[in-house]
């Protein structure tokens, strides 16, 4: 009997742990949702995160780090008709008006101006038509494969969709650049269009950043918000408090939800997780020898890695080394021997790290004279085989005369 109750009691604490568990999953009203750390990438929270959606203007994310990496900031865009005549949101830019590429993107990224868009593909790839391929191209480089892009703006169309973890990558990888954070997280700027008409009226040069997170979230750095009837009310957020950074991203939202959607992502990041590092940049792991090494290979770690665990709980993890098996001396310093695998108890993989060389590692003497003797031998066995054949057709010419030959 008192084993009976034991086990009904150990039934019920799991069941309450259990739902303990799932209400303290946060809760988001946007269709669909993603949590990830922008330094290891790990997902602390996900919601649909791999249905198609419709990203609205958190497509000029991807379409201002391609102009950052194509051009410089302070090279002159001229705008064409083409881009005057963009639907949505945008500045007013006027046909043959000339700007920086540096005031285009504060246009694009905080005013979400359309046309800014269309002028940016135009002066990078010649026409929009190209620009979406160098979008398309460098989604997939960045690991963001189940996305379609069609234009640089994100005005509805069929062809042009993403999800929530495809672009919480692409943020990753823009928070990267330096001046693309600087621009995200600026709240208004003053951009310079000497060349307006103003005969129509004041152009807009104070550009006002569309993220209310900028002034109302502790630690909000970034990124872009979205819109369209389509796709509904969109964000991709960014938030830094201590070493931690965090990206959330709310697709299809209503209203000012997508803000308190995005609160509620990252105060559970920053407050149900723990990162720990679980090995350092630069640290010895293991050391082996390699055929024809003249020394053994000191493997050490390439970068550092964190994990998020949840708070309260004690890390526990495995790892394990694994060597590429088709290694040869010689090996380069810093060249990549391997990774160290780092696993749950119950075999779910947490991620890995490149084991590097920590110097380089020449070849043996033994190899070298090996080598060497092999050449040596080939080579006389060639000397030797011509030689056959030079005797063998001389002793033919003395044999027979030239009319039997």
């Known amino acids: 009997m008192r084993r009976l109750w034991t086990t009904l009691f150990c039934c019920l604490l799991l069941l309450f742990s259990q739902a303990a568990q799932a209400a303290l999953q946060p809760q988001t009203l946007g269709e669909a949702a993603l949590l990830m750390d922008a330094r290891n990438g790990q997902v602390l929270y996900q919601k649909n995160a791999s249905s198609p959606m419709y990203p609205a203007s958190t497509t000029k994310i991807l379409t201002a780090i391609i102009a950052l990496e194509h051009s410089r900031l302070d090279e002159v865009v001229t705008v064409s008709r083409e881009a005057t005549r963009v639907e949505g949101s945008a500045i007013g830019l006027q046909e043959g008006e000339r700007l920086t590429m540096e005031d285009l993107l504060y246009a ?3 005013a979400s101006a359309n046309d800014a868009a269309v002028a940016i593909a135009e002066h990078v790839a010649g026409s929009v038509p190209a620009f979406t391929a160098l979008m398309n191209e460098k989604a997939r480089s960045i690991g963001a494969r189940a996305s379609s892009f069609q234009n640089p703006s994100g005005l509805p169309d069929p062809q042009h969709y993403t999800t929530a973890h495809d ?3 692409i943020a990753r990888y823009a928070m990267q650049n330096p001046t693309f954070r600087t621009i995200v997280s600026t709240r208004l700027k003053q951009i310079r ?3 307006a008409d103003r005969s129509k009226g004041p152009p807009q040069e104070h550009l006002w950043n569309h993220n209310r997170l900028l002034s109302r979230y502790e630690g909000a750095i970034g990124v872009k918000t979205g819109y369209t009837v389509e796709a509904g009310q969109c964000l991709v957020a960014a938030a830094r408090r201590d070493d931690r950074e965090l990206i959330a991203v709310i697709l299809n939202s209503q209203g000012a939800a997508i803000y308190s959607d995005a609160r509620t992502l990252l105060d559970y990041g920053f407050s149900a997780f723990k990162p720990v590092q679980l090995v350092e940049k630069g640290e010895k792991i293991s050391s082996f020898s390699v055929p024809g090494g003249a020394e053994e290979v ?5 970068n550092s890695f964190y994990f998020n665990f949840p708070a309260g709980e004690k890390p526990s993890f ?4 694994v060597v590429y098996q088709d290694l040869r001396a010689p090996l380069a310093t810093g060249q990549k021997v391997g990774e160290l695998v780092f696993t ?3 075999g779910k ?3 890995r790290v490149d084991l590097v060389s920590a110097r380089a590692v020449g070849t043996s003497v033994t190899r070298r004279w090996s080598t060497w003797f092999l050449g040596a031998v080939v080579f006389l066995v060639a000397l030797r085989l011509k030689a056959m054949m030079v005797r063998r057709r001389r002793w033919r010419r003395l044999r027979y005369p030239p009319y039997l030959r």
């Open 108 to 110: 694009l990224l905080l």
């Open 298 to 302: 000191e493997a050490i770690t390439g």
């Open 167 to 169: 672009l919480a990558l």
């Open 349 to 351: 993989e947490l991620g």
């Open 318 to 321: 495995e790892q394990k080394i």
């Open 193 to 195: 269009r000497p060349d």
């Open 344 to 346: 749950r108890a119950g």
